[in-house]
Every structure is written in structure tokens, then in C-alpha cells.
């Protein structure tokens, strides 16, 4: 027998010596354990999934049979990882989706939540561009532009529609008279035009940052340390009448640029219009930045940004029906972040479904044939952002691919960015006691049990409960004329009115604190009337 029939004999360990080869049986290959994924709707190839479960150390059981005779909704499955369009109803251990987190993530209210705490923690939350929602702000909106000393004479503001995506509807503008009609009639986002980007070889480009919420309640959270890096496809100049509608200069959506003719597609992470976020931070170190510096402060948008959103997502799951408490929920989020020149990172937006196909579209240019061609550089990333995230959820701890953003324990001086929470606390207690029967609104009589039973009236006695009741209805309708209960971010609004009135003087978060403290200890000293 020679070396070479011998390397072709399974479970062997092959000892080659000075005069013969020694082959003695080697120790049993160990199995793999399988678990049952169901994997339906969704941009996720299977074969990205079974690579990155091989890679952790298990065997992917799609259970295709079961799925094909109808059977699926009897299996017990392990993951299900769906599509952005709902889910049919199966048994399981795992599932890719945070109901409701889709809404948080939404241009409109991420904004919103954001500037939100901006107000009350200034430069803490500096990260979002200054933005206004449309048509609500726009009153707001035209002030700034039109009053504002500080507003420079050359600076363009882009829009974005709230739930748009792939580069949809946006585009950039000057004045707020060039917002179209079709644009006031839904609704979407302004924001601030980041004139000054950092530019790689002339080149615009952002950050797509993969964020894994692996519980939302405890609020735990990883970021991947590796993302894709988006570059636009024309040269980059500062916008101006001249080009500001040039789409492949401002804007680094993929789905846009990859339409291009200059789109430069290549299988070396370096290169190209696509590449990998090491080899950019790479570069970026090689010119002199301090990287670490930068994803010091991305990770704190990150944290940042996730303690705006987790409230509102609680809220907005009392709409859905009840979750099964055996399945554990998990959302992996695309954050989507700009540097500027001055190597300050922004925030553009949050894709709550962002893409994990790996392949692209060739058409021939002749017979227009479609070829379907695999993208080395998405299964790089996307890979590497799958396995962490499944070694982290099966593993129960985070791999060399993740970095921890938060967990239960949340340090000391950040806890006070957890007011949000408070807020969403005495919210939802008096939600039991509106009339709605059904809805994550507060109405008037849920509205009146949180004035009598937080003493509103003892906290700020020179107010009366005519006044509240005004303020009450004001705040109703603030944003929508006709309406008649008060969301969440309605009952923030008012909890900060009323903190104002009864704190003078302090700041807005020392007020709205106070009052919110004032709020519960009066709750606590009912709670045996109440039965809470």
C-alpha cells in the first residue's frame, strides 16, 4: 500500500516514517449536532445558512419534506428565519423577528426618538443629522431655513420617505418650496445634507453595520466587526446646482450604484465599489486616523441608538398578538453610517431587513441573457455576520466576530439615557385603564386614572383639571387634527410639558426626572387601592 492509497481510506490517521507508512484508525470524526431550521421568504441563501452553522459546529436540517406536504406547522424547529413580510405560524425555539421593531426603525420615528433625547442630553446624541418629519414639521422646517442666521446660503437638505428603501423617492434640495406635492402627501424625513464627507481616492462612501438585538427585554444588544463599505461611483463634489441631482455622486445606495456603468465590481475586499469594513478601516489607519477612536464612537451611536428605539418597540408590540413566551425573538438590524472629514460618525438611517443575498445580475450586453454571479466580498461579510450571530444565540456567548454593545447590566452613567424606559413604564401601566380596547394609544379616561393616580394635581397645584384636560387635547392634536388619544410619543411630549411647569429652572432632563420620580412614588403609595 503506498502513502497515496492510503491518504484515500475515511478515518484514518496516516503516520509517514523513515521506511514505511504506519496507519493505525483514527478517533470517530465528531458528529455535528443538527438542528431544524425553517427558512422561507427571506434574501438569506440556504447555503450562506448551512456554512455558517457548519462553521459553529452544527448540521443544517432544512426539513424541506415537511414544508412540501403542508406538515410544517407540526415540526418543532430550532430557528425560523423569515422574510420581512410576516411569518406563518410554526413552533420554535429562535425567530429572526422583534415584532414591531420594524416601526421603531422607520425613518420617521428613529428621527423623532433621537432628537427627542438630543433635547434632553445635548451633545449626547449629535450623531442624526438635524432632521424634521414631514408634513408634520414642515412649518418648523421652513422657519429654520428662512430665520435661522446660522443656516449657510449653499446648504442642501435630503428627503427621504419614511418607510422608502433602496434609495427610493430620495433626492436633494435648497428650499423647502422645491418639495413636490407627492411629497407632502406622505409621510417622510428632512434632513441636514452632510456636505463634507470623507472621501476615499475622491469617492463618497458609508458604512453598512450589522447589529444584533439578540433579546429586547432585557435590552441586549452586539455589533459585528465586520460591515460592507457602499462607495458612490461618480467623483464627489459639493452639491450645487449643478449636481445635486446626480444620483451616483450624493447617494451610496447599493441598489442605485450598482446600476452604473462605472460601478467597479471585484473579488479582492480591497478594491472596488463594494468592499469590506476592515479593509477600509485598514486604509483609513495606513493614512494616519485613529480607527479606534472611530469605532469607540460607533459603538456608542449604536447603544445610543438602540435605547431610543427599545421603548417604542415595547409599546408597539400591544398591538400584535402574544408572542409565544417558549420562542426567543432576535432582530439583526442594518445601521447605516456616514464619516465625515473631520472623521465624526452619523447616523443615515436603520434598515430593519437589510439584504443577505450574496449574488448579483450580469446581462449580457448583446443578447441581454441574465447570468446570476456570486459576490466574494457579501459572503465574506455576510457570513461572517450570520456565524457570529447564530454563535452567539446557540453558543449563549458572542465570538471574535461581535463586540458586546449592551446587556443587563448597564454602566452607572449611562442609566440615566434609560428615561425613555421610565417614560414607557408609566405609559403602558395606564394604558390598562384607558377605553381603548385594543391600540398603543392612551385615551381620556386612561389619560384621567394617570392624573388621579400619580396626584398630577398635588405635583403642580396651581393647575387645574380643565387646563389638563386642554393640554390633553392640544397634544392630541398636534400632529393629527383628528385625533383622540395620545401615542407614546404624545404622552412624552406632555410628560415634558408638565416636568417643565413643575421643575423651573432645572434643565429638561433634571425636570422631566423629578417629575417622573414624583409620578411613580405616588403610584407606589396607592398601589394596594390600586391593584397594581
Request: charged content about 25%; proline content about 4%; hydrophobic content about 40%.
Amino acid at each position: 500500500m503506498t502513502l497515496a492509497d492510503v491518504e484515500e481510506v475515511s478515518e484514518v490517521e496516516v503516520i509517514p516514517t523513515k521506511n514505511a507508512v504506519i496507519v493505525r484508525s483514527a478517533a470517530p470524526a465528531k458528529r455535528k449536532k443538527k438542528v431544524k431550521v425553517y427558512l422561507t421568504r427571506s434574501s438569506l441563501p440556504s447555503q450562506l445558512l448551512k456554512d455558517s452553522f457548519s462553521e459553529i459546529g452544527y448540521k443544517v436540517d432544512l426539513n424541506e419534506a415537511s414544508y412540501l406536504l403542508g406538515l410544517h406547522s407540526k415540526v418543532k424547529y430550532d430557528l425560523i428565519w423569515c422574510g420581512c413580510d410576516g411569518e406563518d405560524v410554526v413552533s420554535t425555539r429562535l425567530q429572526n423577528r422583534i415584532p414591531a421593531i420594524k416601526i421603531a426603525c422607520r425613518k420617521g420615528p428613529m428621527c423623532q426618538l433621537v432628537n427627542l433625547m438630543h433635547e434632553l442630553f445635548p451633545g449626547h446624541f449629535s450623531f442624526l443629522p438635524q432632521s424634521w418629519s414631514i408634513p408634520s414639521q414642515y412649518a418648523a422646517f421652513c422657519h429654520h431655513v428662512f430665520t435661522q442666521k446660522h443656516t449657510p446660503k449653499d446648504q442642501y437638505f435630503i428627503l427621504k420617505p419614511d418607510e422608502g428603501s433602496q434609495g427610493d423617492g430620495i433626492y436633494l434640495f435648497r428650499n423647502p418650496m422645491d418639495l413636490t406635492q407627492g411629497t407632502m402627501s406622505r409621510n417622510s424625513v428632512v434632513q441636514r445634507y452632510i456636505g463634507n464627507p470623507l472621501l476615499i481616492d475622491g469617492f463618497k462612501f458609508d458604512f453598512r453595520l450589522y447589529v444584533l438585538v439578540s433579546n429586547l427585554d432585557p435590552l441586549e444588544a452586539y455589533l459585528c466587526n465586520e460591515g460592507l463599505v457602499r462607495f458612490c461611483t461618480q467623483q464627489y463634489e459639493s452639491p450645487s446646482s449643478k449636481n445635486y441631482y446626480k444620483t451616483y455622486m450624493h447617494l451610496t445606495n447599493y441598489s442605485l450604484n450598482k446600476m452604473s456603468k462605472d460601478f467597479v465590481r471585484s473579488e479582492n475586499e480591497n478594491q472596488g465599489s463594494k468592499r469590506t469594513l476592515t479593509s477600509v478601516m485598514a486604509l483609513l489607519k495606513s493614512k494616519g486616523h485613529d480607527i479606534d477612536k472611530i469605532w469607540k464612537i460607533i459603538k456608542d451611536l449604536v447603544f445610543k441608538t438602540l435605547i431610543c428605539i427599545a421603548p417604542l418597540t415595547k409599546v408597539e408590540q400591544l398591538n400584535l398578538e402574544k408572542c409565544s413566551a417558549e420562542t426567543q425573538h432576535f432582530h439583526l438590524l442594518g445601521f447605516d453610517v456616514l464619516l465625515d472629514e473631520a472623521l465624526n460618525p452619523f447616523l443615515l438611517e436603520i434598515n430593519g431587513f437589510p439584504s443577505m443575498t450574496t449574488d448579483y445580475e450580469v446581462v449580457d450586453e448583446v443578447s441581454s441573457a441574465k447570468t446570476t454571479v456570486t459576490s466574494p466580498v457579501d459572503v465574506l461579510v455576510k457570513k461572517e455576520a450570520l456565524k457570529g450571530a447564530l454563535h452567539i444565540l446557540f453558543k449563549r456567548r458572542a465570538d471574535e466576530s461581535y463586540c458586546k454593545i449592551v446587556g443587563p447590566h448597564i454602566e452607572e452613567d449611562a442609566k440615566r439615557f434609560l428615561i425613555f424606559e421610565d417614560c414607557r413604564k408609566l405609559y403602558t401601566m395606564f394604558l390598562k385603564k384607558s377605553s381603548l380596547r385594543k391600540g398603543s394609544m392612551l385615551g381620556s379616561s386612561g389619560f384621567r386614572s394617570f392624573v388621579r393616580t400619580c396626584r398630577v394635581l398635588d405635583i403642580l397645584p396651581t393647575v387645574t383639571n380643565a387646563e389638563l384636560d386642554l393640554l390633553y387635547i392640544t397634544i392630541c392634536h398636534q400632529h393629527d387634527s383628528t385625533a383622540k388619544s395620545l401615542t407614546f410619543l404624545s404622552f412624552y411630549r406632555l410628560l415634558l410639558t408638565l416636568a417643565v411647569r413643575a421643575v423651573p429652572g432645572a434643565t429638561l432632563y433634571e425636570a422631566l426626572k423629578s417629575f417622573l420620580d414624583q409620578c411613580f412614588n405616588n403610584v407606589t403609595n396607592n398601589k394596594q387601592k390600586l391593584g397594581f
